[in-house]
């Protein structure tokens, strides 16, 4: 069989078995359409956030950079060193903080009971596992803070704006997750900024006090002494140097003391600055972007991919055929003898 053979032979029983490729091709093309009818509609809500911790246009970079960990980081381990509210966001902290809080306009339920429900309401083929209810809280905290680890992403945009996105199959619950995401990691934020500030005004009026309970035994001992000489002296040095020492010892003290005191107020003064960090430029409100697969295309996709199945399925045979006759000529031509060559005459030896 050569090529025009093959080809004649390949139309001829395309054209005889068209309609089961034709059958084959429908059959793909309702499968496609089943998947894609089966596949769970996601929505996705987008938010933005901004710090708010400038205080004027020419500190604004330097705010945004250690508000999102851009600058280098410190390069030892006691240095102080900024959040990176991305880590802060996608944190086991955070998710199992939004897992535990309750949504008063979903019946009071914990969100992590929330999430289990709404994976259990599309379960089967092309769609979610089917998760047990565990009845240990923890666990549900557990289940939850993996499911939200899928669905839940935070990134910075070319802007230098902390984007949040969340996709779920309920859109009240991608409302509801999405402010809660918002207010536990403003919330997380603030404090673990304002812990630092706390530490240093506690240190400051530890150190504040202390000094001044060094100074009020100071001036114990300094009328102390003063009550013990009154009808001494002076002038000898056994009695006038204690006073010296004593009085150099208070100024020493007593310049830490004010030091020590302007420290507290500037802590003071750290602690109180600390206000709300971060706030929502783009509130995740709908329209929320729409998540599903087109069942046009899924329909074109199995119809192509059934139509060339289908070809191959009957053309098979033809074509097996083919390739065994090129085959055996190939193993014909390979297995003919060779044409024996002349023998040249040997020349003679030499003398």
């Known amino acids: 069989m050569n090529n025009i053979e093959l080809l004649k032979e390949l139309v001829r029983r395309l054209k005889k ?17 089943f998947i894609a009818r089966q596949s769970v509609v996601q929505w996705t809500s987008t938010a933005t956030v901004f710090p708010l911790n400038s205080t004027n246009p020419s500190s604004t970079g330097s705010a945004i950079s250690n508000l999102l960990g851009l600058t280098d980081a410190p390069k030892s381990f006691t240095e102080d060193a900024s959040i990176n509210i991305v880590e ?27 999430l289990i429900e709404e994976n259990n309401r599309y379960t089967g083929f092309m769609q979610n596992e089917k998760i047990e ?6 666990a549900k905290v557990n289940i939850a803070s993996n499911l939200l680890r899928l669905s839940f992403s935070a990134k910075i945009n070319k802007n230098g704006i902390l984007e949040l996105h969340y996709t779920n199959s309920n859109r009240q619950l991608v409302r509801e997750v999405s402010y809660i995401y918002i207010e536990k990691l403003s919330q997380f934020y603030i404090e673990l900024k304002k812990k630092k500030a706390q530490i240093d005004y506690e240190f400051s009026i530890k150190k504040a006090d202390s000094l001044l309970a060094v100074l009020n035994q100071l001036d114990k001992r300094a009328i102390a002494l003063d009550e013990s000489t009154f009808f001494t ?46 706030e929502a430029l783009d509130k995740p409100e709908p329209p929320y972007d729409l998540v599903k697969k087109s ?7 199995g119809l192509i991919l059934g139509t060339i199945l289908g070809m191959l399925a009957v053309s098979w045979k033809v074509i097996n055929r083919y390739l065994g006759d090129e085959l055996n000529k190939a193993i014909e031509k390979a297995s003919k003898p060779k044409e024996a060559t002349a023998l040249q005459p040997q020349s003679e030896p030499l003398k």
């Open 233 to 278: 002296n002076e002038g000898l040095q056994r009695y006038s140097i204690p006073k010296v020492n004593l009085a150099q010892d208070k100024s020493t003290v007593q310049s830490q003391y004010y030091y020590a005191v302007n420290n507290r107020e500037s802590a003071a003064y750290r602690l109180q600055k600390e206000t709300p960090i971060i």
């Open 88 to 114: 802060l966001a996608t944190s086991r902290r955070t998710r199992e903080a939004v897992a535990m809080e309750r949504i008063p306009s979903l019946q009071n339920k914990t969100v992590s009971e929330l």
């Open 295 to 301: 069942k046009i295309v899924y329909v074109l996709i």
């Open 17 to 33: 078995y068209s309609w089961l490729i034709l059958l084959v091709a429908l059959l793909f093309g309702g499968l496609f359409f």
């Open 133 to 138: 209810t565990p009845p240990d809280s923890l």
